[in-house]
């Protein structure tokens, strides 16, 4: 499996080459050269996964046809690390409601919840597998990341819980001293004290300074 850039970019790359590159080398987003097709019966199959096994291989088995440069083993346990009862508060970590109106022999539809995850964003659900592949692809590397971040959304508490406790030891200035650790700063749009010009609620204000140490407020909007 290739990876592309929505801008034109002619790099063709894997996915571990893009993992920690963020946006492709023209500004744009990468996309998969192609996508897999599912057939009716690779769906079944999917769907006796889940309900046999977890939501945890479920997840594997759809995101080993779009990663294919991590052993699938690994890939297996990166999944089952992440998507389990102690992260998301519950086994199924996904689960589904079905909405029967009165008189219907079977539901006809399905409330699905995303917001069991750390922060209670519907984020979580790739950001705790983000920070699981983020640690593993850089033990694999021998290296490091530094995150520096500004945003005003449950993106940056999501984002944030997934990397917490991923360092290795560093000194003050955040030079790192040991492989496959990320450390993660951001800073907060508007000072409390500027309100009504601050642009961050009070309680997503006390969620990410519960999470990590922030580098402190900033003037000015998050973009």
């Avoid at 939501?55 to 999944?79: K, N, T």
């Avoid at 593993?136 to 959304?153: K, P, Q």
């Amino acid at each position: 499996m290739r990876y592309l850039s929505t801008r034109g970019h002619a790099d063709r790359k894997q996915f571990c080459e893009i993992l920690l590159e963020g946006l492709a080398p023209d500004g744009g987003l990468y996309l998969p050269e192609c996508y897999p097709q599912i057939d009716a019966a690779t769906l079944t199959r999917l769907r006796e996964v889940w309900q046999s096994q977890g939501y945890a291989d479920l997840a594997f088995e759809v995101l080993s046809l779009y990663i294919d440069d991590i052993p699938r083993d690994d890939l297996q346990a990166l999944c089952r690390k992440t998507y389990t009862l102690e992260v998301f508060g519950t086994k199924e970590i996904v689960p589904l409601k079905p909405l029967q109106a009165s008189g219907q022999a079977q539901p006809e539809m399905f409330l699905e919840a995303l917001s069991n995850g750390p922060t209670l964003a519907f984020k979580d659900m790739a950001m705790q597998l983000l920070g699981n592949l983020f640690e593993y692809e850089l033990a694999r590397r021998g290296e490091a990341l530094n995150i520096f971040g500004a945003t005003s959304g449950d993106t940056g508490s999501a984002a944030e819980y997934a990397m917490r406790n991923r360092h290795r030891e560093f000194h003050q200035l955040g030079a790192f001293t040991g492989p496959g650790g990320v450390l993660l700063r951001r800073l907060l749009p508007g000072h409390p004290k500027q309100r009504p010009k601050g642009q961050l609620h009070g309680a997503q204000r006390q969620l990410w300074q519960c999470v990590c140490r922030p580098c402190g407020p900033h003037d000015g909007p998050a973009d």
